[in-house]
């Protein structure tokens, strides 16, 4: 039986995806020129950026591998970008799911609600349905109160008031004047 360091040296599981973000995971790709680092996307810029010079350098074995590098980590973003389409997919379906449940129980809570508080059916004898009250408002004509509610349009009109005459001003006790010895002395505050 081998050890569990062994595999975990074994070439299979190098590079491998483990079900993680793909698109935002860091790779290292060993090319033709040398080790390429960074997500996805960016090595398949590097590398087709190193096509591009490769062809202008009339070097066609090295465009084409340049192109197939590129070309692998394309179908890896491709994958990955198909399997969250696919997650959020599954997701969207079960919250439409669960909302359409939610929806059903809130409807049928409310019927219940609804039947639990409505009124008993009337009987098909008018004669037995709950009659409502009735006020003789005309018929009494020695009671005062008719039943109905004062409101401020119905009460009876008071005149207005006259604003109160103001009192001259007093002056000082200690200024003797001759209006204040002939007896003319200012009215008391009632």
């Known amino acids: 039986m081998r050890s569990s360091k062994s ?17 935002n995971r ?19 810029d590097k590398y087709n950026q ?3 010079d490769a062809q202008l350098a009339n070097d066609r074995v090295a465009t084409e591998n340049f192109q197939q590098h590129a070309e692998h980590y394309l179908r890896l973003l491709s994958e990955a970008q198909r399997e969250m ?9 079960q919250n439409r799911e669960r909302q359409a449940e939610r929806d059903r129980e809130r409807a049928e809570r409310q019927e219940r609600e609804s039947a ?10 008018p004669a037995e349905a709950p009659q409502p009250d009735v006020l003789d408002i ?19 009109k008071k005149p207005a008031r006259r604003p ?11 200024d003797a004047t001759p209006a204040a010895d002939s007896g003319d002395a200012p009215e008391a505050a009632e």
Do not use: H, M
């Not at 595999?7 to 698109?23: E, L, Q």
């Not at 790779?27 to 398949?44: A, H, L």
């Not at 639990?116 to 004898?125: L, R, V």
């Open 7 to 23: 595999r975990s040296r074994s070439k299979n599981n190098r590079n491998r995806p483990s079900g993680g973000n793909v698109v």
């Open 26 to 44: 860091v790779f290292d790709s060993s090319g033709p020129e040398g080790k390429v680092r960074g997500t996805p996307q960016q090595i398949i």
């Open 50 to 52: 190193l096509a591009r």
């Open 85 to 93: 389409d696919a997650r959020r997919e599954e997701q969207e379906r």
């Open 116 to 125: 639990a508080t409505a009124p008993a059916a009337p009987a098909s004898d």
């Open 138 to 156: 005309a018929g009494d004509d020695e009671s005062s109160e008719s039943g109905l509610v004062e409101t401020p349009e119905s009460k009876p």
């Open 164 to 174: 109160r005459a103001r009192k001259p001003k007093t002056t000082d006790s200690t």
